[in-house]
């Protein structure tokens, strides 16, 4: 079982539409991180997480230690918005981080 | 960005032979990572370093090997290249200041194998 899971995988949506992405892990963890990956390739680092909740522009994400899952929020989203979203976290005293296999993120004019 | 550059950008080589990728950064940052990115796969580290000549195994280390001997060169070293090998590399340092850790990729390099 991966120890970072995301769902979707793929999501298609209108722009306009609210999205969320959802992550769920296993082990403990001192930061949760959400990453962005244009098609292209380059990797952006969006959020990281230890608790509650960041804003930043239309993106939102919340963090819920207790239950392992953090969601990623879009809101109003629009075609520049698709990309694939990354979900990784670093355990509990541990130089490394764990990635998810991402979900890709459509967003139709 | 972090200043981080990773070269070449693009390489097209043959199995058996020996390749060798940089990643270079600008900012004396401690931690340095590579990765790996796979259809149908997470970005699955490889080796990392955690200080001038301190380096650890990731998940995916076998037929790779690393070397730190400065802070701002990260070198990874694909003994003898196999088909398996083609993928897409990413370098990464992780940042972090008042208690907020920032990572920052490379723009990747892309390998392919013959």
């Known amino acids: 079982k991966n120890e970072v899971e995301q769902s979707p995988q793929n999501l298609t949506a209108q722009e306009g539409e609210f999205i969320t992405i959802n992550c769920s892990y296993s082990?403990?963890?001192?930061?949760l991180h959400w990453l962005q990956q244009h098609p292209g390739g380059g990797i952006v680092s969006l959020f990281m997480?230890?608790?509650g909740k960041k804003k930043h522009g239309r993106l939102i994400a919340t963090i819920n230690i207790q239950e392992k899952h953090s969601s990623l929020h879009i809101t109003a989203s629009h075609p520049r918005d698709s990309a694939v979203y990354i979900c990784?976290?670093?355990?509990?005293?541990?130089?490394?981080?764990?990635f998810g296999k991402g979900t890709r993120l459509h967003i139709l004019p | 960005d972090a200043g981080i550059t990773q070269s070449p950008r693009h390489k097209v080589t043959e199995t058996g032979t020996p390749v060798t990728l940089r990643c270079h950064q600008t900012e004396n940052h401690r931690y340095m990572y590579w990765y790996r990115q796979d259809p149908g796969h997470g970005l699955r580290l490889i080796h990392y370093s955690y200080g001038v000549k301190d380096t650890d195994k990731g998940e995916v280390s076998d037929g790779y090997s690393v070397s730190r001997s400065k802070t701002e060169d990260f070198l990874l070293t694909l003994e003898s290249a196999t088909s398996s090998q083609t993928s897409v590399y990413f370098c990464a340092i992780s940042s972090r200041l008042a208690g907020v850790e920032t990572q920052y990729f490379g723009p990747g390099t892309r390998l392919l194998v013959l």
């Open positions: 997480l230890s608790s």
């Open positions: 082990v403990g963890i001192s930061a």
């Open positions: 990784a976290v670093r355990p509990n005293r541990d130089d490394k981080i764990i």
